[in-house]
């Protein structure tokens, strides 16, 4: 990174005990920047600790163990006995639904927090119409939340974080309370807003397609600890281990164990047959080895010549198929294996149909190696 960070997490730990004596550890010795003018998002399922690591960054959460520098300055430290109040640290948060006032006119949402801080009446005015036209939302001072979009109250949310001028926000599933077509349009929108205004965001959701659109870099968290963290395409393509290639994304994973290998390639046995991969970053490859084998839905081929088998070609049934609109999903089976097959629409001779059987295909720098957890 060539400009220091906004936000500088390093080997950050929260432990809770819970009623009855056990302890969960939501915060397991994190490490974790956000650059300059960078939205990180961190994506894992529920209870991994998205909101306990958010937290803490904002303040309303003390760790155990750890420290958090914000633009610079340490506003945590186990060690040094610093723990500085939110309103001391210069960031903002936006909540799920954006929380605005609803009794209050969008400038008076707006202005909340600067009033609460004791700005001058006399600052508070510039600034909040300036914000407003940042955002671009300046005609609408006057309306009350209920009397605009959702987009409109994505921006008047947005506005608030900024006017403080702290341009770093925290996101805590915003978006998870709205429907699917209006969450899209949202997405876009933030990305939009970002891109222009350039704020540093730390954004928290379970939803990956959010994950992967809205973050320049994603963190996946496995129990309190990042199991990921990278551009959403690299993630994807190159998942380092089966949990992380199984929440970003579709894949079929099948248990494998190396036949042998060879200059850069490896040659693995499974129930869905042979594959020829290349080796990738596994470091556990000797023969014999068991590891497991990823390949995504729409990285598969699907042919009506039926041919001898082969390494990354396997003769399968043609289960079942569902139209999804842009693909077909297409299940398919090799004995007791099954796969998942995503098809894009080709010519009415040339689609799957149910019962027969076909040759299906995948180039070999399409297939992942991944480390068996318990082999
Ligand atoms: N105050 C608390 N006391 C005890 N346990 C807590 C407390 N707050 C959170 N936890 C536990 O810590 C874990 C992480 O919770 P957290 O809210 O950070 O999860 P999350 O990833 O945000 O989940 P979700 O997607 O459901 O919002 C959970 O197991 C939760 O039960
Ligand atoms: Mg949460």
Not at 273 to 284: I, M, R, S, W
């Amino acid at each position: 990174m060539d400009s220091p960070p906004r936000i500088r997490i390093s080997r950050l730990s929260k432990t809770f005990r819970r009623t009855g004596g056990s302890t969960v550890t939501p915060v397991d010795n994190v490490d974790l920047e956000v650059g300059a003018e960078e939205m990180v998002v961190l994506l894992g399922p529920s209870g991994c600790g998205k909101t306990t690591l958010l937290r803490c960054v904002a303040g309303l959460e003390r760790p155990d163990a750890g420290e958090i520098e914000i633009d610079g300055q340490l506003v945590f430290s186990a060690a040094r006995n610093i723990c500085l109040p939110p309103d001391q640290r210069r960031l903002s948060m936006i909540f799920q639904s954006f929380a605005l006032w609803p009794h209050m006119t969008v400038y008076d949402n707006v202005a909340y927090p600067l009033e609460s801080r004791g700005t001058p009446r006399s600052e508070i005015a510039p600034r909040v119409n300036d914000t407003l036209a940042l955002v671009g939302i300046a005609s609408l001072v006057a309306q009350y939340p209920a009397q605009i979009s959702g987009g409109q109250q994505q921006r008047v949310a947005l506005a608030r974080a900024l006017v403080g001028n702290t341009s770093v926000v925290l996101f805590d599933e915003p978006l998870s309370s709205v429907d699917a077509k209006v969450r899209e349009q949202l997405r876009v929108e933030l990305k939009r807003m970002q891109q222009k205004i350039r704020f540093s965001g730390l954004y928290v959701t379970h939803d990956q397609t959010e994950a992967m659109e809205l973050g320049d870099r994603v963190a996946v968290l496995e129990s309190g600890r990042i199991a990921a963290l990278g551009d959403p395409r690299s993630i994807y393509e190159h998942p380092p281990s089966e949990y992380v290639a199984n929440f970003v994304g579709a894949a079929n994973i099948w248990q494998g164990r190396v036949v042998r290998r060879e200059a850069g390639d490896v040659l693995v046995e499974t129930g869905f047959g042979d594959f020829l991969a290349e080796v990738g970053t596994v470091a556990e490859l000797a023969t014999g080895s068991s590891v497991k084998v990823m390949v995504r839905p729409e990285k598969f081929r699907l042919s009506n010549e039926i041919s001898a088998e082969g390494p990354n070609l396997q003769r399968v049934r043609i289960e079942t198929c569902l139209f999804a609109g842009p693909y077909t999903e297409v299940l398919v089976s090799r004995g007791a294996s099954t796969a998942r097959v995503w098809v894009q629409d080709g010519k009415a001779s040339e689609r799957p149909g149910e019962g027969i059987d076909m040759m299906l295909r995948v180039e070999s720098d399409k297939i992942r190696i991944l480390p068996d957890a318990n082999p």
